[in-house]
């Protein structure tokens, strides 16, 4: 059974509070939080003054996905906010080990996002830094866009990389996650399903993670 990362992106921002605690409610296992800052990604969102705000509303885990250039500037701060995981892109950091180091550190663990075009080979000498590696299955940036069918070979490279190395990783996937794939990722070797515009644009958004929480 996957862990359920519901992605705050496509939640009805007027409502936060509440929308945070409908997840309270629902079997999701992370909230997932998209921070963008309009130059890595053509899109801006929030930081940790709303961070900070949600987690006093939620003891569910921090997911937190920053989509921004360099993200090791910051990491103390999204600590401090309230992030349980704190995740880098591959392509917004010239010095991932240290930054990679410097998150678990803090406290955190630390994971690398690969945008959909970054071959998963690519980690091989950082992999046991890794607590979780997020596969972009949507160009970054926006939520409620198509599903990247190449995402799956992509999971199952990374499966056998985590053979190999004997690490034991989290294979997350972010973007276009809905009912008709979730299943096919979880068989494939994912660990955590990210879902936005599925859930929060659903008549019933609890039983909608329930429905991906028991795909498998
Ligand atoms: O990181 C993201 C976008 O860059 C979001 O987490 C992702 O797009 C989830 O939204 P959706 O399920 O609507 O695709
Ligand atoms: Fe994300």
């Not at 996957?2 to 921002?13: H, K, T, Y």
């Not at 701060?77 to 392509?91: M, N, Q, R, S």
């Not at 644009?201 to 039983?207: A, D, G, Q």
């Amino acid at each position: 059974m996957p862990i359920v990362a519901p992605s705050l992106l496509s939640a009805d921002f007027t409502r936060l509070a509440d929308e945070a605690k409908m997840l309270n409610t629902s079997e999701a296992d992370w909230f997932h939080l998209d921070v963008m800052d309009g130059i890595f990604v053509p899109n801006l969102t929030f930081g940790m003054p709303i961070i900070s705000q949600l987690r006093k509303l939620s003891t569910k885990t921090f997911d937190v996905h920053l989509m921004i250039v360099q993200p090791e500037r910051y990491i103390e701060e999204f600590k401090k906010a309230g992030a349980d995981i704190l995740t880098v892109h591959y392509e917004a950091s010239t010095h991932l080990h240290r930054t990679l180091h410097a998150i678990r550190q803090a406290g955190m663990k630390a994971g690398v996002a690969l945008n959909p075009h970054t071959p998963v080979q690519l980690l091989e000498d950082v992999i046991e830094d890794i607590d979780l590696v997020c596969l972009m299955s949507v160009n970054p940036g926006f939520g409620g866009q198509k599903f990247i069918e190449n995402t799956y070979k992509k999971v199952l490279k990374l499966v056998d990389m985590r053979n190999d190395s004997q690490t034991n990783f989290l294979i997350e996937i972010d973007g276009g996650v809905n009912q008709l794939n979730a299943a096919k990722l979880t068989d494939a070797g994912a660990d955590v399903l990210v879902a936005g515009n599925f859930i929060f644009s659903s008549n019933n958004p609890i039983e909608t993670i329930k429905s991906l929480k028991y795909c498998r």
